[in-house]
């Protein structure tokens, strides 16, 4: 499987990643099929990638629990994992100029934010390879005459499928967790972005875990996906993606009673009293909303401004939006790309067209960049005079649109933030401690900033309310999600029991 350079590729070159990682083995799909991986800003297939059917999942969940039972089970210390997932980050690290191109040329996005992902990527891969061999049991006191102790021993065989926003970023939450308990993993990178886990496993290989411990399977989601999920083998999923996705990921893993965690999407609010640092509220805010040209579960979409601050924070976003330089990704003065893929190019507009029929005013953007004819790109959009009870305001866009909203006090503000399904992230601006306090406890969200905006770390513990996921990724908090608790009574007292049943 070729790799390419660190240079920009000639526009006709196609690059082939035609073979699937299972069991230490780069092996061809039994379909001989391959996912044509499209190029969002020319439009033009880019890579052919090996595409996984149902028995190649198969194969790949057999050689997750043949690692399991053998060389990573019974002779793989904490320790050992620990160093082998250092060893991979100081690959990811030597790498990252490759493995960053991947990604843009998957997904679009700048050169720049893919590179700084796969070198975050690489830190949490080292923030987990520290806990590996830190996952402790605890002693309880059951007893004077009997000793009490837990164990947290590895769930098994994990599927993990992964979005295609930010593959290799997302895959390491899950990897570094996953590997540093102990357990195997088969991953299921998104069809629209199928190349860059590939790649990763090169660096996996050349780490030296055994064979079977990390297995990398690129197919669509109704196929590779759904028979990941259902896999008697599979003893847990997790899952970074739509809310509705989800729900069929946990109706089919209902047959099995696999764990189940889920990172869905969001719509979070982020507020603005008029006593903030309104200059530093709107660099933040204008980051928040259009990074990733919209494209994260946690984009600050929802903007509430104080009533005597409004218009003018309003217009002042409007104005830095369209600051925004929209480009290439491979060019190093590109601040946005285009959206990923065709489908959600055409969601992200349908969203623009329908914030206007319900009387919405776009005071920036609001459509695709003359300068740009090919690329899936949308322009940095900013509405006002948007009911929260708009489409736009409550569904999740996934694109370069934000909404301005005013409010007129604490009461409406904290009201108007949690009339949402959604509860992953959310945050506010002022300078009263005490409000900072009172209404960060109040927001139904996983994770609360005060005066600056997803604080995103390896750290922290992430995950959403409501319809916006279960359980958490991050922090040592996850690995509780990977690991099952055993609880073992031995007993100390002497003599024979008491017999119940006697005379």
């Keep these: 499987m070729a790799l390419p350079s660190s240079a920009p590729a000639a526009a006709a070159e196609v690059m082939r990643f035609d073979r ?5 083995e780069w092996v061809a799909p039994r379909s001989g099929r391959v996912i044509r991986s499209v190029d969002p800003s020319t439009e033009e297939v880019w890579a052919e990638v090996a595409e996984a059917d149902a028995a190649d999942v198969d194969d790949a969940v057999a050689a997750a629990q043949a690692a399991l039972k053998g060389p990573w089970g019974r002779n793989t210390t904490p320790s050992r994992r620990g160093e082998l997932l ?5 690959l990811m690290r ?5 493995l960053a191109e991947i990604e843009s040329r998957d997904n679009g996005k700048p050169l720049r934010d893919t590179k700084g992902e796969v070198l975050r990527a690489a830190d949490w891969i080292t923030f987990f390879a520290g806990a590996a061999d830190k996952i402790n049991g605890e002693q309880i006191p059951f007893r004077p005459d009997a000793l009490a102790y837990t164990r947290r021993e590895p769930v098994g065989v994990v599927g993990a499928i992964l979005p295609w926003n930010s593959p290799i970023s997302l895959c390491s939450w899950k990897l570094g967790p996953a590997l540093a308990a102990g357990n195997t993993i088969v991953l299921k990178p998104a069809e629209q972005t199928p190349a860059s886990l590939l790649a990763l496993a090169r660096l996996v290989e050349e780490a030296g875990f055994p064979a079977g411990v990390v297995n990398v399977v690129p197919g669509y989601g109704a196929v590779a996906g759904a028979a990941l999920v259902a896999h008697r083998g599979v003893a847990k999923v997790s899952f970074t993606g739509d809310h509705r996705t989800a729900r069929k990921i946990m109706a089919s893993a209902a047959d099995t009673l696999k764990r189940c965690t889920f990172e869905c ?5 982020y507020i603005v009293f008029a006593d903030a640092d309104l200059d530093k509220a709107l660099t933040v805010a204008t980051h928040s909303a259009f990074r990733s040209t919209g494209q994260s579960c946690s984009a600050g979409s929802r903007i509430f401004v104080e009533r005597p601050a409004y218009e003018a ?5 409007a104005g830095r939006a369209g600051r925004i330089r929209i480009g290439m990704p491979l060019d190093p003065r590109t601040h946005i790309g285009p959206q990923t893929s065709a489908e959600q190019r055409e969601k992200t507009e349908r969203y623009i067209a329908l914030g206007r029929e319900a009387g919405g005013r776009a005071l920036a953007g609001g459509g695709r960049p003359a300068a740009l004819p090919r690329g899936y790109f949308v ?8 009911a929260n009870t708009d489409q736009l305001a409550r569904e999740e866009v996934f694109g370069p649109v934000a909404v301005v909203i005013p409010f007129d006090d604490e009461e409406e503000a904290i009201a108007l933030a949690n009339d949402t399904d959604y509860g992953l992230v959310g945050g506010l601006w002022t300078s ?38 279960i359980g958490r990724e991050n922090g040592l908090e996850v690995l509780k999600e990977y ?3 055993k609880t073992i009574v031995v007993e100390l007292a002497s003599g024979a029991p008491a017999d119940p049943f006697a005379d």
């Design 379 to 386: 322009e940095p959009t900013v509405f006002v005079d948007v």
């Design 94 to 98: 030597r790498d990252a100029d490759t």
């Design 20 to 24: 699937l990682f299972i069991g230490g």
């Design 86 to 90: 250092s060893r991979l980050a100081a």
């Design 265 to 269: 999407g969001g719509k979070s609010p």
């Design 313 to 317: 924070f309003a217009a002042n976003l």
């Design 483 to 485: 690991t099952e608790v």
């Design 432 to 469: 009263d401690v005490t409000r900072a306090h009172r209404v960060a406890q109040r927001i139904e969200a996983g994770l609360v900033s005060v005066n600056t905006f997803r604080p995103v770390h390896h750290m922290l513990p992430y995950g959403g309310f409501k319809m916006s996921g």
